[in-house]
């Protein structure tokens, strides 16, 4: 059994979604998504809000159950199997809106906890691992201090720090930037660009048009919890196809 | 129509504030005499202490220490300060002193229960206080151990076999968990050190007492009182009831039909009964549902009642932290890889305690006090023996000195208890 998780999947391929579905109680969120993300790519999910765009990606970790169709992450079959969904959640690096940092711990702790107790490395070890990815995203001097203590934009590249340090393979962003202050954007926007560039697997649910244009290969336009258009971003920011999208560009675009 | 066009060339730098906002004078006139109103409240506020002080304190030191009955001590304040004199007696106090702290413990004794009391206090400081060694943990640990010997005496092999059941535990977990799994080593580390207290435990300890005799003078249960008693069910309800209360917590909120089910029935009954409704099924009604001639000790019933009774309510308070934690910090937990275990001991846990503090203190102070309804069911703790020496013909008639005195004591715990919550807020304090 153990092997045939790992089957029909090619090295190629690190996320495949097909003919998923999900319900909130009698609410249809997701509407049979189909989608496969290559190795490498990055990927760029926008939409209006409700679109179910961070329902998606949360889905993909198992924040989120689907009630419908298949998952496979990294070779590995989501199921309500709770050993899969761990083997995925340690693989699958995520970054929340909020940050999400834990506010008890100090922000290297913040880094070291997962790999310690998920990944049993030992402290020394993982102390140096997130000093290196703390230098990565440029506050290692803030090391000692809590996450109250930081500025959203800082508490964010820790996040992305965070997450690195259990070394995953994809990394998911839900609206990274959208709870911060103008001038803190672009400081985030600097460090996932960087990641993109290291060739990161990524996903992105963002509103940043800009990133979206310099980094992805990809851009997923969601709607009504279905997946309304993709395209190259140039194509899709030139001559994007569908009404919707062209509706929802002049609006996020027009001033 | 004017220029708008305004640009700073020199950033301000800061100023100290004008003198008369600070210093003492500010400090009174803020929070003393702010307005008309204020200033009659505050001098109304002085009035009213300088008459209650003007009539305690004379009668707090206007007294005797020094009589054997109640009579003696009145024509003693008589003689000393004039006839009419309202004096406090405090000889009461002197005279059954040890009374009120040990209770009827034998006074040849009484180092046992001082060096329980000592340990105790280094026992409680490394849980207490971060900073001290972590290997201090481990006389923490045995510490409850020893002191049950200290106190009751009896073979030291009796709580020697006692121990010797958790430790079996651990091996049951470790042997059967190699090789029937996880479940299996739970249960198993369950049932076997029950198995072993029921049934090997006691009949091992007195065999190996009859080969090596070693242990300290016994002393029964009936003998316990005063504020050793209040101690002994207050400390023992209060490290019992916040593990019992988290499990209880959790387990609410859990997925598990049966488990939630459980929980939420426990809960809602304790706290629906009055703790003297339990009281008395400790001291009454349990005798006649176990075996005739099963010897179970009262203070031990009482002690499991108040815990049980403390433990629903530390639920409830630990429930409370529970949802005042943002639901990003459970997927915070989880986006990582954290399992159920790891994420509520590392994450959830130590947050919801913090947040729950002082709602905790409260009820650890709450059942500190309310151990002393166990004098309802005649236990001598310092309330009851309050009674027991008004009844006295020598002290008929003292009321204030007595409950003044064990309000006192009692203030000192409480006090203490609540300062130590604050501080340990202070300490965890991580925001700005």
């Not at chain 1, 998780?5 to 049979?32: P, R």
Request: glycine fraction near 8%; include cysteine; charge should be neutral.
């Amino acid at each position: 059994m153990a092997n045939a998780k790992k089957m029909d999947v090619s090295d190629e391929v690190a996320i495949q979604i097909e003919k998923m579905n999900k319900w909130y109680g009698s609410f249809h969120v997701l509407k049979d998504i189909d989608l496969t993300v290559n190795r490498g790519e990055r990927i760029v999910i926008c939409g209006p809000s409700g679109s179910g765009k961070s329902t998606l990606i949360r889905c993909i970790n198992a924040l989120e159950e689907h009630q419908q169709g298949k998952i496979i992450v990294d070779g590995t079959h989501l199921s309500s199997d709770l050993k899969n969904i761990d083997t995925i959640r340690s693989e699958v690096g995520m970054c929340f809106q909020h940050f999400n940092l834990f506010p008890h711990l100090s922000i290297l702790e913040n880094c070291t906890l997962a790999p310690i107790w998920v990944r049993k490395i030992p402290k020394k070890e993982a102390e140096e691992t997130a000093m290196h990815f703390l230098e990565k995203v440029k506050i290692p001097e803030q090391a000692d201090k809590y996450p109250g203590q930081l500025s959203g934009g800082q508490q964010q590249r820790v996040a992305i720090a965070r997450s690195l340090c259990m070394q995953p393979r994809i990394m998911l962003f839900d609206e990274p930037t959208s709870a911060l202050d103008p001038e803190m954007i672009k400081e985030v926007l600097d460090t996932m660009i960087e990641l993109a560039e290291e060739g990161m697997t990524m996903l992105c649910v963002t509103h940043e048009m800009g990133f979206a244009r310099q980094v992805a290969n990809r851009v997923i336009f969601m709607d009504a919890g279905q997946i309304v258009e993709q395209n190259e971003p140039e194509e899709f920011f030139n001559n994007p196809q569908s009404e919707r999208t062209q509706l929802f560009l002049s609006q996020i675009l027009g001033h | 129509m004017s220029n708008i066009s305004y640009v700073r060339t020199e950033m301000l730098q800061e100023k100290a504030p004008p003198v008369t906002q600070t210093g003492i004078v500010k400090w009174v006139r803020e929070n003393l005499f702010s307005s008309v109103s204020n200033s009659v409240l505050t001098l109304l506020a002085l009035w009213l202490l300088y008459t209650l002080l003007s009539h305690v304190l004379p009668w707090v030191f206007q007294s005797s220490w020094s009589a054997n009955s109640l009579t003696e001590c009145r024509s003693a304040i008589a003689a000393a300060y004039g006839e009419g004199t309202h004096g406090a007696c405090w000889a009461v106090i002197r005279e059954r002193f040890f009374q009120l702290i040990y209770g009827f413990y034998p006074p040849e004794l009484y180092w046992r229960p001082n060096l329980a009391f000592i340990l105790m206090l280094v026992a409680l400081a490394p849980v207490l206080f971060d900073k001290l060694p972590r290997k201090m943990l481990w006389f923490s640990a045995v510490y409850p151990f020893l002191c049950f010997w200290l106190l009751w005496g009896g073979s030291i092999w009796l709580p020697l076999s006692i121990v010797a059941g958790f430790v079996l535990g651990g091996f049951a977990f470790k042997l059967i968990g190699a090789q029937f799994g996880n479940l299996f080593a739970t249960i198993g580390a369950f049932l076997v050190p029950i198995l072993w207290w029921m049934f090997a435990a006691s009949p091992v300890a007195s065999g190996i007492h009859s080969a090596i005799p070693l242990g300290l003078e016994a002393v029964e249960s009936a003998k316990f009182g005063g504020f050793l008693l209040s101690i002994l069910i207050g400390i023992t309800g209060i490290v019992l009831s916040l593990p019992i209360g988290i499990l209880l917590a959790l387990g609410r909120q859990s997925d598990l039909l049966i488990v939630k089910a459980i929980c939420v029935g426990f809960i809602e009954f304790i706290r629906g009964v009055p703790l003297i409704t339990l009281l008395f099924v400790a001291s009454v009604l349990l005798n006649y549902f176990l075996p005739p001639g099963t010897n179970f000790d009262l203070i031990l019933r009482v002690v499991i009642m108040v815990t049980l009774f403390a433990s629903a309510y530390m639920a409830e308070v630990i429930r409370g932290g529970l949802a005042a934690l943002p639901k990003g910090q459970y997927e915070g937990a989880d986006s990582l890889g954290l399992d159920f275990w790891q994420s509520t001991r590392l994450i959830i846990m130590p947050q919801a305690l913090k947040i729950s503090i002082p709602s905790i203190v409260s009820t650890f102070i709450g059942l500190f006090k309310d151990t002393t309804l166990v004098s309802i069911i005649g236990l001598f703790d310092p309330i009851g023996l309050s009674t027991n020496i008004r009844a006295d013909s020598a002290w008929n008639g003292i009321i204030w000195e007595l409950y003044g005195f064990i309000a006192i004591v009692f203030f000192i715990f409480c006090f203490s208890m609540s300062r130590y919550s604050m501080y340990l807020e202070n300490k965890l304090k991580t925001g700005h």
